[in-house]
């Protein structure tokens, strides 16, 4: 069994940033895709961006040009830098970690508001 834990959440303006972090609890990463998805009430989950395990990275168009992905092996950790944000940016984000089976994190809130 693997956890992920998400971090780096909170309350940012509109036009700021945050960067999120995803911690796994075991050394996965070198075999396991990576994905940040995102949800809000009444919606269906989205997926944000992903990284395989061999660093190429995916990004959809809402987000292209403003989220990073990117990853540490050696921290066992996925990160989610996310700049110029937008209310529409607002949402709980989740890690997943896909391979032979797929883990999910609890999720963290992203609120962008003035």
């Known amino acids: 069994q693997v956890q992920l834990v998400e971090s780096g959440g909170g309350l940012v303006q509109p036009g700021g940033s945050l960067r999120l972090s995803c911690a796994a609890s075991?050394?996965?990463?070198?075999?396991?895709?990576l994905g940040w998805y995102r949800q809000t009430p009444g919606k269906q989950r989205e997926l944000v961006a992903s990284i395989t395990n061999v660093g190429s990275t995916y990004y959809a168009d809402s987000v292209k040009g403003r989220f990073t992905i990117s990853k540490d092996n050696a921290k066992n950790t996925v990160y989610l830098q996310m700049n110029s944000l937008k209310p529409d940016d607002k949402a709980a984000y989740l890690c997943?970690?896909?391979?032979?089976?797929?883990?999910w994190g609890q999720g963290t809130q992203v609120t962008v508001s003035s």
């Open positions: 997943k970690a896909v391979g032979p089976v797929s883990y």
């Open positions: 075991k050394p996965i990463f070198s075999t396991y895709g």
